[in-house]
């Protein structure tokens, strides 16, 4: 009986790495970080966040082998389902604004982030580049008694500590309190929209 699992599993191992080996390889090189934010002085490497976060999205469509081009670029052989992809931030911008008014307080919460790719198709008629633009925005704009901040609500409190850069610190990349926040919601919506442009430019254009 063992024995039987044991020929399954080697059977479905390699089924699974001969659909990988059929699927086109796209080489993702990381980000780099154009825009104003900067990591040295801040508690996030947004280029290498980004970077990984687009690996995993276009990892998780099952259509792709994609690889961190760091890892590959030594023994890449480029051929005709071959996709190079590079690309910078070119925006991430967060903050946030407060107007007192009597016995109450007006936040505003707000955060922007925007990408840009560059994807180089090796196909057998020669080399063609498509650019691909993904960005995100959201905001969070509440009229709120003024003596709240004392307790700021949980949506409130993760959106003054990420847009702070005296608490930032404080917030792990990737975590709920970053996910929920008017910075997460932006970058999320940057990559889905890289990721969903780059499937229509496959299908529609490249393959």
């Not at 040295?40 to 947004?46: F, L, P």
Request: proline share 1%; net charge neutral; glycine share 4%.
């Amino acid at each position: 009986m063992k024995c039987s699992k044991y020929i399954l599993f080697i059977l479905i191992s390699i089924l699974s790495s001969e659909k990988l080996s059929a699927l086109p390889a796209v080489f993702v090189k990381e980000l780099v970080n154009s825009s104003k934010f900067d990591a040295r002085n801040d508690v996030w490497k947004i280029e290498n966040k980004l970077t990984e976060w687009l690996v995993e999205e276009l990892s998780s469509t099952g259509k792709y082998k994609v690889i961190r081009e760091k890892l590959a670029c030594k023994n890449r052989a480029l051929g005709s389902k071959n996709c190079l992809i590079e690309g910078k931030v070119t925006e991430f911008d967060l903050g946030a604004a407060a107007l007192d008014a009597y016995c109450f307080e007006y936040m505003n919460y707000y955060a922007k982030v925007k990408i840009e790719l560059e994807c180089s198709y090796y196909l057998s008629d020669g080399t063609k580049t498509f650019t691909v633009i993904g960005s995100g925005e959201d905001k969070n704009q509440k009229i709120r008694p003024f003596y709240s901040h004392l307790v700021p609500e949980k949506d409130d409190q993760s959106n003054e500590m990420v847009t702070d850069f005296k608490t930032r610190n404080q917030v792990k990349w990737g975590d709920s309190s970053f996910n929920t926040s008017v910075v997460g919601k932006s970058c999320r919506q940057a990559i889905m929209e890289l990721v969903n442009d780059f499937n229509l430019l496959e299908s529609n254009f490249v393959r």
